[in-house]
């Protein structure tokens, strides 16, 4: 996707929780919930997530970026991106990016 976005994320204290909050049942390799996720979508959405090796994530947040006015790389390419790898472009020709899936 040829965007540049940009968004402040408000880390909600519900994540602080379930980070100190011991696992139940306990896992193996570790107590506590210590990974916090970030996921960026196409058409700038935004989702976080607190995980562990064990068990699944828990979404703790949703948000909606913006467009960056200044473009990618802080406005220092004159609004270009790196080209896709081959791969990349192959798999999006293929497959399309998939616009509200999230």
Known sequence: EPQTYRV???IPERARQLMV???DP????M????????GLAPGG????????TCGESIEILRA??????KG??????????RPLSEASKAYI??????????
């Open 8 to 10: 402040i994320l408000d």
């Open 21 to 23: 909050e011991k696992l």
């Open 26 to 29: 306990p896992c193996k390799t």
């Open 31 to 38: 107590q506590y919930r210590q990974a916090l996720a970030i």
């Open 45 to 52: 959405v935004v989702r976080g997530w607190v995980r562990s």
């Open 64 to 69: 909606q970026a913006g467009v960056e006015p």
């Open 72 to 81: 990618p790389y802080n406005g220092t390419s004159g609004g270009k991106h």
């Open 93 to 102: 020709d293929k497959h399309g990016i998939p616009y509200g899936s999230w």
